[in-house]
């Protein structure tokens, strides 16, 4: 069984200042974690994925996130707001090596403040 | 090519009309997926393709017809559906069965359809 998490519903942030997408996760096995973005009436963009290789995952756009094994929580972060990264954000556990089933949160809305 | 393509990006249809919804890849996935979202939601998963043989239906109604002539291609038949059908319906690939170990969905735009 697998759940996710995201702690806030919509964060509002200045333009220039960090960003923080908090997500905790639950799995009864070795996790897949994603981060998708959607724009609004678009489809999901993947902005970083999960691997076992490195704990701190680098994606598109500047975002990255941390994989925290002893928190379960796979939190996303920029640096610098940019006006174009207000969307609605998606954390996303799957089974590792599974292909079918993916679990969402129930999404993230970052408002960028002028 | 890394796109999932979806046609029509709109459709408005009255509960008596049947339309189609169209989905296609070329980056050789073989999982091939639908879902739904409607607003301020997270997708729902409706059906999940593999080999072009349908190995998940999440209890939809059978309103909703999948079907999946080839392995770049994915059709959502649609008949006598009800104004609450109204959503964005998305279509996602990946590589499925034996592929990489993150298994990740690449998602088309969208039909966001109306029901009348």
């Known amino acids: 069984a697998q759940s996710v998490t995201q702690l806030d519903s919509h964060v509002s942030v200045s333009e220039g200042t960090p960003v923080l997408l908090r997500c905790n996760y639950s799995?009864?096995?070795?996790?897949?974690l994603f981060w998708y973005v959607q724009h609004p009436n678009k489809g999901l963009q993947l902005l970083l994925k999960y691997t076992s290789a490195a704990t701190l995952v680098k994606g598109i756009n500047g975002f990255e996130a941390e994989f925290k094994k002893s928190e379960t929580s796979f939190h996303l972060t920029k640096p610098s707001a940019h006006m174009s990264d207000a969307a609605e954000y998606f954390c996303v556990v799957s089974k590792s090596g599974g292909y079918q089933k993916v679990t969402f949160g129930t999404g993230t809305k970052l408002q960028v403040i002028p | 090519d890394t796109e999932v393509t979806q046609t029509p990006k709109h459709l408005v249809m009255g509960m008596t009309n049947k339309k189609s919804l169209k989905c296609e890849q070329h980056?050789?996935?073989?999982?091939m997926y639908w879902y739904k979202q409607k607003a301020k939601k997270p997708p729902e998963l409706m059906f999940v393709y593999s080999y072009e043989k349908l190995s998940i239906n999440e209890s939809v109604p059978s309103r909703f017809s999948p079907e999946c002539p080839n392995s770049s291609l994915l059709n959502l038949h649609l008949h006598a559906l009800q104004p609450e059908d109204s959503a964005l319906y998305l279509c996602a690939s990946s590589q499925g069965p034996g592929g990489s170990e993150y298994n990740e969905q690449f998602f088309g735009p969208g039909t966001r359809l109306t029901v009348l």
């Open positions: 980056m050789g996935h073989r999982a």
């Open positions: 799995s009864s096995y070795s996790p897949s």
